[in-house]
Every structure is written in structure tokens, then in C-alpha cells.
T-cell receptor, first 110, second 115 residues
Framework: AQSVTQPDIHITVSEGASLELRCNYS??????LFWYVQSPGQGLQLLLK??????LVQGIKGFEAEFKRSQSSFNLRKPSVHWSDAAEYFC????????FGAGTRLTVKP | DAEITQSPRHKITETGRQVTLACHQT?????MFWYRQDLGHGLRLIHY???????NKGEVSDGYSVSRSNTEDLPLTLESAASSQTSVYFC??????????????FGPGTRLTVL
């Protein structure tokens, strides 16, 4: 089965700074790739997904992610972080079934 | 509006008791999933279903069971609750797009405590 790694458990950035959250996957072919966000006490909400085509995908709330086949990565980026972006972010890989990474908690400093 | 609901939202039970968590969706999605969320592990798939009468084991299925008798509901049963099953449980569904691992829509979660 596929696996997902999010190397950073917790990241702190200042409001207005750029953000990059890392995601690496392991699978024999190109899987479907997702980023979800979870606010405290809530379920998960889809930010963006990659199935095929353009490797740079745009999502909601100003987020984007780039699929790099050579690096088996699907990193999430945002040029300028807002205080409301503080949440937990999960990368997920869809292949045989859906597997989620352990998550990265984002703290935004004023 | 279509939605996915879970009940109860909070549950405290004792070791050895049978517990059933409900999940109901009104999107008419064929695909439904149960996950548990634990600190440091993200979400782990327990069971999933791709249609009525279809159920499949996920990554961490031991001690859990599901049944799918209609499109809208996928109840999760803990046969004999154990303290290791204390967790937050999320139900999700995904549309009938032909891609079984398409976007999933999540319920609000059930926090289960086993004493």
C-alpha cells in the first residue's frame, strides 16, 4: 500500500510570511494527491487535489501545491499567511485506498 | 443542503461494552469511510464501503465492524471496547465519480472515551 510522510510536525510562521509544508509519498505509480485542512474541533476540508495534468494546482484560500514526480513530493505553499490559516494540515494519497500523513500543525505569529 | 452527520458527538463508555457510532450522509454518495484520529498518527482508515452490501477492511480494522444496508448510513461498531480505542472518529463520503479515492467530505467527528 501507499504511504505518506509529512516531515514537519509543527511549523510557526509570522503573519504575512510565505509558507511551505512538505509532503512525500511512496507508491509505485502516480497516485491521486490531496491537501486537507482541519481547524480545531472540526472535520477535514479539502484545500486542493492533483489527479493529472498541470503539476501546479491551485486551491482555495490562496493555497497552491506542486507535484514533483522525481522527488515523490506534493508540497503545499502560500505566498502570504494570514492568522486565520492557523490549523492542522494533512497530505493524503489516494491509490489502493486513502492514506493520510500525520499532519503538520501551523501556528501563525502576529 | 446535503451533509454528513455523526452521532453521538461525544461518548464515554466502559471497557468491554459494545458501542455503535452512527454516520449518515444525504449526498447519495456510494463511497463511505471511517477513520480514527490520534495524535502523531494523523487519520488511519478503519473500514470503508463502495456501495450497499460492500465493506472492506482498512489499515486498523481489528476490533471494529461495519455494515452497509443502505446508501445513506455506515454505522461503526466496536464489538468490545478497549482503552486503546479511545480516539476521535471521523466518517467521510466521496462522490460517485468513478474514482474511488476522489475527494472525501468529512463529518464533524465523534470523540470516544473508553474507561
Amino acid at each position: 500500500a501507499q504511504s505518506v510522510t509529512q516531515p514537519d510536525i509543527h511549523i510557526t510562521v509570522s503573519e504575512g510570511a510565505s509558507l511551505e509544508l512538505r509532503c512525500n509519498y511512496s507508491y509505485g505509480a502516480t497516485p491521486y494527491l490531496f491537501w486537507y485542512v482541519q481547524s480545531p474541533g472540526q472535520g477535514l476540508q479539502l484545500l486542493l487535489k492533483y489527479f493529472s495534468g498541470d503539476t501546479l494546482v491551485q486551491g482555495i484560500k490562496g493555497f497552491e501545491a506542486e507535484f514533483k514526480r522525481s522527488q515523490s513530493s506534493f508540497n503545499l505553499r502560500k505566498p502570504s499567511v494570514h492568522w486565520s490559516d492557523a490549523a492542522e494540515y494533512f497530505c493524503a494519497v489516494g491509490a489502493d485506498d486513502m492514506r493520510f500523513g500525520a499532519g503538520t500543525r501551523l501556528t501563525v505569529k502576529p | 443542503d446535503a451533509e454528513i452527520t455523526q452521532s453521538p458527538r461525544h461518548k464515554i463508555t466502559e471497557t468491554g461494552r459494545q458501542v455503535t457510532l452512527a454516520c449518515h450522509q444525504t449526498w447519495n454518495h456510494n463511497n463511505m469511510f471511517w477513520y480514527r484520529q490520534d495524535l502523531g498518527h494523523g487519520l488511519r482508515l478503519i473500514h470503508y464501503s463502495y456501495g450497499v452490501q460492500d465493506t472492506n477492511k482498512g489499515e486498523v480494522s481489528d476490533g471494529y465492524s461495519v455494515s452497509r444496508s443502505n446508501t445513506e448510513d455506515l454505522p461503526l461498531t466496536l464489538e468490545s471496547a478497549a482503552s486503546s480505542q479511545t480516539s476521535v472518529y471521523f466518517c467521510a463520503s466521496s462522490p460517485n465519480s468513478g474514482i474511488r479515492t476522489d475527494t472525501q467530505y468529512f463529518g464533524p467527528g465523534t470523540r470516544l472515551t473508553v474507561l
